[in-house]
């Protein structure tokens, strides 16, 4: 069987692993997407965020001996605990200020991060395996299915829901709504929204540290990991919108599909595709597919 | 139709385009199955001010955006200055001669009041993109010509202000300015007085007047004294349809237009169903104030802003913030609400200071901050607006309570909260802080913008809230509305509090009162 030319088996695979990058440009975009619609920042801490969650899976394993699922609940915790404090003693101090202040402070956490991480295991990549209940795969009639990637992406799918229901469905969502419209008038009204805005912040960067810990059986867990995604999410933002959450889920997967696709068929081609695609949607709609802005 | 006719029905509509110079003929938009104009014809003569009013939700600003072309009909056809218009673009029809304005005020705020002029001027004299290659001394002209449009408008001491720092009304008059700029053959004016201050609207009506020239002018516009004194002609709108056409005498007499717009005709002078048992003689009201301010000052960035207010109000009662445009009356009220990032003085409440809490704590202490842009979330659904404001104090109304007060909200639950017309808007910004159980109430000009028929529902609201015990602080434009609901009436000026009047005694001292007002 093939479809255009190219052997099914090999396009599918394509396809899938493209939907499964699309899985972690989803849940990286979203955080920063929450991140940039309450606080105005541009978080360029978000890969470097990604890349200690995979390290912490990692170190809770060598360190600690906890295993997958447990660091799938404490790497997030830890990471976002760390992004709480640095919005508290470090990111708040810009309030107010032009965004090219937040994004010089947040690339410059980025590099020193990266750099420690560097500094302390090497460049080469760490060895994360799979967790055995997760391990093998599913042979389809037209291809296999590797259950881990499998997994990536329905639980990606379940994080990006469940974000986008807390937001849009529950009383805090409607503060952190509020909140990124009008953050004075929220706290003229007894809304705390200084807590608000640092909560956030730790659950944008949770998000991208859940993703570190899915990302680590499958990527090496090295400290260049966030450089690899961070330039993508951030295309993936601007073209869903900035600030929009659904526009950063869909444009998420549509992306990682889409270069899934460019690598069968002009394989050369494959990391640019988002860029093209992003350059046609800037000249066609500036503010993005899924900005409510005029 | 045979030659004949045709030729005939021809020089009629030639007749007719030479005394008008905008026709609409039967101008209907549908919007989903919602008409908002359903059906509209339209003849504005040349050199004349008509003007256009209706109920908030009318259609007035859909219809305009028909006229300019901002919006395609649904059907029926447009003509101006001898064309049709019906299918032409927007920016060739405001090169044929018709510019408009905004309700929102829409200046560049980084760029000096003159260049926000010259810019316009450049875009009429230049023509756009490989214009600019000119000689220098060209500019010189426009300066001239600039400076010439800043004095009709009665900016030319501000020139070179940047256009941000401008006060409200004055923003409103550099718009002007650069709408003329665009030498246009017919202006549409959409609220041009709205947020305006009593004086400020004084000098704009002038300023209108005189600027006529040859020029027409159609307009939108709320207030109707505004309305009687400049137009020549007056359609009302009502549910997407001509109600009646005319002039003042004519509209104001007219039974439809009363019921549908109007009211009982006393919104400017008493609130009906306001009995004077509804507001408690001062005297009755406990000595001690709830809230003092004394020797407050505030500044926004460098603009030192308020001088020393001082001023008391009593729990139970109902005092007013009067004042023209820039006179402080908006910052004192964000002073009081911690919502100045510098400030200095003491302001009391229930014997406590506040000066130095932070907004989050002053609302918790029971005050309700109602704000003159009245602040709804376009991201939250009307009931989500309602129940944002966290309760403040136990005995919050509640929503059942606030729904029985306001049947609008309930019925629009589940809309999203700016899709609301402009009073309902209002009303939900008022209803939030009272189901949030705040005591003390901040509201900031809640009349501004609205239909007399609404503004008279919003005066019982505050007469019920004032009978329920509630304390209000009351920033207003329309003197009409404060008389019959005020305890007293503080006059600001520059940032002073420069006297005080019993309500009692404010008919009394009408003629002090508008001298403050520059009336």
New interface residues.
């Given amino acids: 069987m093939s479809a255009f030319g190219i052997p099914l088996e090999a396009f599918l695979g394509q396809l899938l692993l493209g939907v499964m990058n699309g899985a972690f440009y989803a849940v990286l975009s979203l955080g920063l997407a929450v991140i940039f619609g309450l606080l105005n920042i541009v978080n360029f801490a978000q890969g470097a965020m990604y890349m200690m969650g995979a390290f912490v899976a990692w170190m809770l394993l060598h360190y600690a001996g906890a295993g997958y699922w447990w660091s799938l609940l404490l790497a997030p915790l830890i990471v976002g605990a760390f992004g709480v404090l640095m919005e508290r003693f470090v990111i708040a101090r810009l309030h107010g200020q032009d965004h090219v202040y937040g994004l010089l402070l947040t690339y410059g956490i980025a590099l020193a991060l990266q750099g420690i991480f560097r500094q302390a295991y090497g460049v080469s990549g760490l060895p994360y395996s799979v967790p055995p209940e997760l391990a093998g795969g599913q042979n389809l009639p037209f291809m296999f299915l590797p259950n881990y990637r499998a997994w990536v992406i329905l639980v990606s799918l379940v994080a990006c829901l469940a974000t986008w229901a807390v937001v849009e469905k529950t009383?805090v969502g409607?503060?952190l709504?509020?909140s990124?419209?009008?953050a004075?008038?929220?706290?003229?009204?007894?809304?705390?929204?200084p807590l608000i805005v640092t909560v956030t912040y730790g659950f944008g960067v949770a998000l991208a540290g859940f993703a570190g810990v899915l990302g680590a059986p499958l990527y090496s867990v090295h400290p260049g990991m966030g450089d690899d995604v961070i330039i993508v999410i951030f295309a993936v933002v601007v073209i869903g919108g900035m600030g929009s959450i659904l526009g950063a889920v869909f444009t998420g997967f549509a992306l990682g599909l889409a270069e899934g696709a460019a690598k069968v068929f002009y394989p050369e081609g494959a990391g640019m595709a988002v860029f093209v695609i992003m350059v046609l949607v800037l000249l066609v709609r500036p503010t993005g597919i899924f900005s409510?802005a005029k | 139709m045979s030659t004949a006719e045709a030729i005939a029905t021809e020089s009629a509509a030639a007749g007719a385009s030479r005394r008008y110079i905008l026709e609409a003929e039967g101008l209907v938009k549908e919007f989903r199955g919602f008409r908002a104009v359903d059906g509209v014809s339209l003849a504005v003569r040349r050199g004349s001010i008509h003007a256009l009013i209706g109920p908030n939700g009318a259609g007035k600003t859909t219809l305009f955006h028909l006229l300019t072309r901002f919006l395609d009909p649904t059907t029926g056809t447009i003509r101006f200055d001898g064309h049709d218009i019906t299918r032409t673009a927007a920016a060739e029809v405001a090169r044929q001669g018709m510019v408009r304005s905004f309700q929102i005020s829409s200046v560049f705020p980084d760029l000096p009041v003159l260049d926000n002029v010259r810019v316009a001027l450049q875009r009429k004299r230049f023509g756009d993109s490989l214009g600019f290659w000119q000689p220098a001394k060209r500019l010189d002209e426009l300066h001239a010509r600039a400076e010439e449009l800043l004095r009709a408008v009665g900016l030319a001491q501000f020139a070179a202000l940047r256009a941000g720092e401008l006060s409200y009304g004055r923003k409103r008059a550099l718009e002007l300015a650069t709408t003329l700029a665009l030498e246009p053959k017919l202006l549409l004016l959409d609220e041009p007085m709205a947020g305006m201050g009593v004086g400020d609207i004084e000098s704009t009506t002038e300023m209108l007047r005189s600027i006529l020239g040859d020029r027409t002018i159609l307009m939108v516009e709320h207030n109707l004294s505004v309305v009687a004194s400049l137009s020549d002609r007056i359609s009302v709108l009502a549910r997407g349809q001509v109600l009646a056409e005319g002039d003042y005498d004519t509209i104001s007499g007219h039974e439809g237009v009363i019921q549908a717009y109007i009211g009982s005709g006393k919104a400017r002078t008493i609130v009906p169903g306001l009995a004077a048992s509804a507001c408690p003689p001062a005297a009755d009201l406990p000595a001690t104030p709830r809230l003092k301010l004394a020797g407050v000052n505030g500044w926004y960035g460098e603009g030192h802003v308020l001088h020393g207010i001082a001023l008391d109000v009593r729990e139970g009662e109902l005092v007013t913030l009067l004042g023209r445009n820039g006179a402080g009356k908006t910052t004192t009220l964000r002073a009081i609400m911690g919502l100045l990032a510098r400030r200095s003085g003491s302001i009391v409440l229930d014997g406590r200071e506040i000066a130095g809490l932070r907004s989050r704590e002053i609302a918790r202490l029971g005050v309700g901050y109602v704000p003159e842009e009245r602040g709804i979330f376009a991201s939250l659904s009307v009931a989500e607006n309602l129940t944002l404001p966290p309760v403040v104090q136990g005995n919050g109304m509640s929503v059942e309570a606030i729904h029985g007060l306001f049947p609008a909200l309930k019925l629009r639950a589940a809309s999203q909260g700016t899709k609301l017309s402009g009073g309902e808007q209002q009303m939900l910004s008022i209803a939030r802080v009272l189901r949030a159980g705040a005591r003390l109430l901040l509201l900031d000009e809640p009349t501004e913008g609205l239909a007399p028929i609404i503004v008279e529902q919003i005066g019982k609201i505050i007469a019920y809230l004032k009978s329920q015990g509630y304390t209000i602080v009351l920033v207003e434009q329309n003197l009409g509305f404060v008389e019959a609901l005020a305890d007293r009436h503080f006059i600001l000026e520059q940032g002073r509090v420069v006297d005080q009047i019993a309500g009692e005694d404010f008919a009394a001292d009408g003629a002090q009162v508008r001298r403050y007002l520059g009336v």
């Fill in positions: 009383k409607a503060y709504r509020a990124t419209e009008n004075t008038l929220v706290e003229a009204f007894g809304v705390n929204v409510m």
